[in-house]
C-alpha cells in the first residue's frame, strides 16, 4: 500500500538531509561553546597574569576575541540565512575552519604560557587544554571533522612541549594528555554515531508516516469517486423510473416510442400490440407476433428456478385485474439467448371498467445488473483493499458508531466485531488514556474534522502497543458526513527508540560529568607532589614520596583509561581468550592475595572459602580480572569493620565463584541496571570512592565471552550484596587439566 502510494515520485537521499540536520545541531550549540572559550581564556589568562609578559597574554586574549567576533558574525549569518540540503555542506566547512582556527589559537597557549620551570602550571595547562578538548566533543559531536579541525591543533603542540622535556614525569604527562585526547575522540566519534542514528530514523519514520497519508488520501479519493459513481447510477435510474411512469400515463400516445418493451393482448390472450423494443429482446417481429398466443412469442422462467412462470394474463386476473409486476425473471429469446428483464403487467379497460386485455412492459436489466455487478466488485476491492493494509482500519457512521474493521484490527486485538461494533472499541483502550480519547473523537465528531492522536492499544497477548490513530471525514456533495474512515498506525518501535534515545543522551551526559570529574582527581595530588618536588630534591624522603604519589595517580589514569578501552573491545568483540585449563579456586586466592592489602587498609576481612579444584576451561588473566573487580566493589560500598567473602565451588555442574559482603547493599529498583556501563550506585559527582562505572560492566562482558554469566543479589539497603559468577566446567576436568 505504500509503496503504490509513492510509485512515480523520486526518493529524496537521505544524506543531504542527515548533514543539513548535524549542521543545524552545530549552530545551534555554538553560543555555548563560545561562553565556555570566553571563561577558561579569563582564566588562563588570570592564572598567568603575574608569569608571562602581560603583553604576550593580552595578544593572545586579543586573537582569541577576534575568533570569537568571527564565529559570532558566522553564527549571525547562519540564523540570516535559509539552511538548505544544498548548502549544508558549505555551513559545515565554514563552522570546520572556525573551529580549526580557534583549536590553532588555543594551540597557541602551549607556547605562549608554557613555563618549563613550573610543572604545576604545565599541568594546569594540559587540564584546560583537554577540558576545551572535552566541551568541543560535546558541542561539536553531530559532526566530527569540526571537533577534529578543534582538537588536533589545541591538543597536540602541548603534547609536543611536554614530550619535548627528555624527562619521565613529563614524557608520562604526555602520553596522559595523547591517551585523553584518543579517548575523548572516540566518544565524539561514538556521540556522533549516535546522533546520526537518530536523525536517519527520524527521517525513516517521517517518510513512513508521510506514505501512510498518501495512501490515506489516495484511499479516501477512491472511495469518494465510487461514492460518486453510485450516486450517479442511482439517479440515473430514478429518471429512467419517472420515464416509464409518465409513459404509462401517455400511453395512448407514446407506447411506440418508450425505451421498454411494450406487449399487449386481448381479453384472449392474443397478442395485439408489439413495439420495437420487444421485437429486439423476443427475436420476434411485430409481424409475426401480432395475433398470436402470447405464451407463443413470450417465454419467461424463473431466474432462480429456472420453470417456467405463470401466464401474465393469468395473473392479472387472478388478481381481480390488478396491475402485477415481478422481477427476477429471464426472457428466453426466439434465438435461445437469454436476459434479465423486469415484467410488469396491468389491465386495460374500457369505459365501463371491464378488462379488455393487458399490458405487458418488459424493461431489459442487463445493464443495470452490469452496474450492480460492478459496484459489488467495486465495494470488494475496496474492502480488499483496507484488509491488505499493514495499518488497523476501521469505518463509523457519522454519529461515531463503527461499523466495519478490517483483518488485521481482528487479528491484533483477538476481538469479534460483535465485542467491537458501535462504541465497543473502548474495551482494548487502556484506561488511563480513555477519556482523553472519548473526548477528542466526541470534539472531531461535533466539527466534523480530521482526528489524529497517539494512543496504546491492547493487543489479543494482552500487552499494550502504540499506535498512531487518523480518522478523516468523507463528505456527501453537499458537505455533509457521510461517514468516517480511521486507521491506527502501529509506531510503537518509534516511540521506543525515541526513549532509547533520550535515555543515550542522559547516559552520555552522566558519563563525560563522571570522566571529567574521575579525570580531574590525581590532578590535584600530582600538582601538589610537583609543587613539592620543585622544592624538595626527588632524592630527598619528600621528594620520593611526591614521586610515589604521581605514578599511583598516574597509575589511576592509566586504569581509567585500560578501562574505557576493554569496554569498548568487548563491545566489538576484538578481545581475545587465552584459554588454558585452570583451577578457578586457585585464581581466586591468588586475586585475594593481591588485593588483600588493599581491603585491609579500608579496614575490611576478607575471608576465603575454597577446598577442591574447579577446573575451568578459561583465561587466568581475565578471570582473576573479574574477581578482582568484584571485589573491588565490595570494597567500594563496605564500610570499616566489614567481612568479605570469596567462594569457589561447583554448583549444578557449573564452577561457580561467589563475592559476599555486608556493606551498602543495592536497592531492588537498582538491581537490573547493575551491570551497564557507566551505572553507579552512587550518581553524585562530589562522591569520594571515584570510578567511572566500568568495573561490574566489564566482569559481565568477560564473563560472557567464557561462556558464563553473572547475577547480583541484595535484600536491600544495607543488608550487604552478593556477585555470583557461573562458568563452564571443564570436560573430563580430572583427566584433561589436572596435573599429573
Not at 155 to 160: E, I, K, S, T
Not at 177 to 206: C, Y
Not at 211 to 229: C, E, S, V, Y
Not at 632 to 658: C, E, L, P, Y
Amino acid at each position: 500500500m505504500v509503496a503504490g502510494a509513492r510509485t512515480g515520485v523520486p526518493s529524496v537521499p537521505l544524506e543531504p538531509r542527515i548533514l543539513a540536520e548535524q549542521v543545524r545541531l552545530l549552530y545551534v550549540r555554538a553560543p555555548i561553546a563560545q561562553a565556555m572559550v570566553a571563561v577558561n581564556a579569563c582564566l588562563v589568562c588570570w592564572t598567568f597574569w603575574h608569569l608571562v609578559p602581560p603583553l604576550l597574554s593580552i595578544a593572545w586574549v586579543a586573537a582569541l576575541c577576534a575568533l570569537a567576533a568571527l564565529r559570532m558574525m558566522l553564527l549571525r549569518a547562519y540564523r540570516r540565512s535559509v539552511l538548505r540540503d544544498s548548502n549544508a555542506r558549505v555551513w559545515a566547512q565554514r563552522f570546520a575552519m572556525r573551529a580549526a582556527l580557534t583549536g590553532v589559537a588555543w594551540g597557541a597557549a602551549a607556547f605562549v604560557f608554557y613555563l618549563p620551570q613550573s610543572p604545576a602550571h604545565q599541568v594546569f595547562l594540559a587540564f584546560v587544554l583537554g577540558g576545551m578538548t572535552a566541551g568541543a566533543a560535546s558541542s561539536n559531536a553531530s559532526y566530527t571533522p569540526a571537533f577534529v579541525a578543534f582538537a588536533v591543533p589545541a591538543m597536540l603542540p602541548m603534547v609536543g612541549r611536554l614530550a619535548a622535556e627528555r624527562d619521565p614525569l613529563h614524557a608520562a604527562m604526555a602520553s596522559m594528555l595523547a591517551l585523553f585526547g584518543l579517548a575523548v575522540t572516540e566518544i565524539s566519534r561514538r556521540g556522533r554515531v549516535a546522533i546520526d542514528q537518530a536523525i536517519r530514523l527520524r527521517f525513516r519514520n517521517e517518510a513512513l508516516v508521510e506514505d501512510l497519508t498518501l495512501a490515506q488520501d489516495r484511499l479516501a479519493n477512491i472511495n469518494m469517486d465510487l461514492k460518486g459513481r453510485v450516486s450517479e447510477r442511482t439517479r440515473e435510474i430514478e429518471r429512467m423510473l419517472e420515464l416509464r411512469s409518465a409513459s404509462e400515463e401517455r400511453l395512448a400516445v407514446t407506447l411506440r416510442s418508450i425505451g421498454d418493451a411494450v406487449i399487449a393482448t386481448d381479453g384472449a390472450g392474443n397478442v395485439t400490440l408489439f413495439n420495437g423494443v420487444a421485437e429486439a429482446l423476443t427475436g420476434w417481429n411485430a409481424e409475426e407476433a401480432l395475433a398470436r398466443p402470447l405464451h407463443h412469442v413470450l417465454r419467461v422462467i424463473d431466474e432462480g428456478t429456472r420453470r417456467p412462470v405463470e401466464h401474465s394474463l393469468e395473473r392479472v386476473l387472478g388478481t381481480e385485474g390488478i396491475g402485477a409486476g415481478l422481477g427476477n425473471r429471464t426472457l428466453l429469446a426466439r434465438n435461445g439467448s437469454e436476459r434479465p428483464v423486469a415484467e410488469t403487467a396491468a389491465p386495460i379497460r374500457d369505459a365501463n371498467g371491464s378488462i379488455m386485455g393487458i399490458v405487458l412492459v418488459l424493461r431489459d436489466q442487463t445493464k443495470e445488473r452490469r452496474a450492480e455487478e460492478m459496484l459489488r466488485e467495486s465495494e470488494q476491492r475496496l474492502r480488499a483493499l483496507a484488509d491488505s493494509m499493514s495499518p488497523l482500519a476501521w469505518t463509523a457512521r457519522p454519529d461515531g458508531y463503527v461499523t466495519w474493521y478490517n483483518h488485521r484490527w481482528y487479528e491484533y486485538t483477538g476481538t469479534r466485531f460483535e465485542q467491537v461494533k458501535g462504541w465497543g472499541w473502548q474495551t482494548v483502550h487502556d484506561p488511563a488514556t480513555l477519556p482523553s480519547v472519548l473526548r477528542r473523537w466526541a470534539e472531531s465528531i461535533t466539527a466534523g474534522t480530521t482526528f489524529d492522536m497517539q494512543f496504546p492499544l491492547r493487543g489479543a497477548d494482552g500487552t499494550f502497543r502504540h499506535f498512531l490513530t487518523r480518522a478523516i471525514p468523507l463528505r456527501t456533495p453537499g458537505g455533509d458526513v457521510a461517514q468516517w474512515f480511521g486507521t491506527h498506525t502501529d509506531v510503537t518501535e518509534l516511540v521506543q527508540a525515541q526513549e532509547a534515545l533520550h535515555e543515550s543522551d542522559r547516559r552520555k551526559d552522566q558519563f563525560i560529568a563522571v570522566l571529567s570529574h574521575e579525570l580531574r582527581n590525581p590532578l590535584a595530588p600530582i600538582r601538589n607532589s610537583l609543587y613539592v618536588l620543585d622544592r624538595a630534591g626527588p632524592s630527598s624522603e619528600k621528594g620520593a614520596l611526591a614521586l610515589a604519589i604521581v605514578r599511583r595517580q598516574i597509575g589511576h589514569l592509566n586504569r581509567l583509561v585500560d578501562d574505557l578501552l576493554d569496554v569498548t573491545r568487548i563491545a566489538r568483540g576484538k578481545i581475545e581468550l587465552r584459554r588454558q585449563c585452570l583451577d578457578v579456586s586457585d585464581v581466586m586466592r591468588r586475586a585475594c592475595d593481591d588485593h588483600r592489602g588493599v581491603l585491609h587498609e579500608l579496614g575490611l576481612q576478607l575471608r576465603v572459602e575454597a577446598s577442591d579444584p574447579v577446573w575451568v576451561d578459561g583465561d587466568d588473566t581475565r578471570i582473576s580480572q573479574v574477581i578482582g573487580n568484584l571485589l573491588h566493589n565490595a570494597a567500594k560500598f563496605s564500610a570499616a569493620g566489614g567481612t568479605v567473602v570469596a567462594s569457589a565451588g561447583v554448583v549444578d555442574g557449573q564452577a561457580q565463584i561467589r563475592v559476599r559482603d555486608d556493606g551498602r547493599g543495592i536497592p531492588a529498583e537498582f538491581l537490573p541496571r547493575i551491570f551497564e556501563p557507566f551505572v553507579q550506585g552512587d550518581g553524585d559527582l562530589a562522591r569520594t570512592k571515584g570510578g567511572l562505572g566500568l568495573g561490574l560492566a566489564l566482569a559481565r562482558g568477560l564473563v560472557e565471552l567464557h561462556g558464563g554469566s553473572v547475577r547480583a543479589h541484595s535484600d536491600g539497603a544495607g543488608r550487604g550484596s552478593e556477585f555470583v559468577v557461573n562458568l563452564p566446567v571443564a570436560a573430563s576436568a580430572q583427566t584433561v587439566c589436572a596435573p599429573t
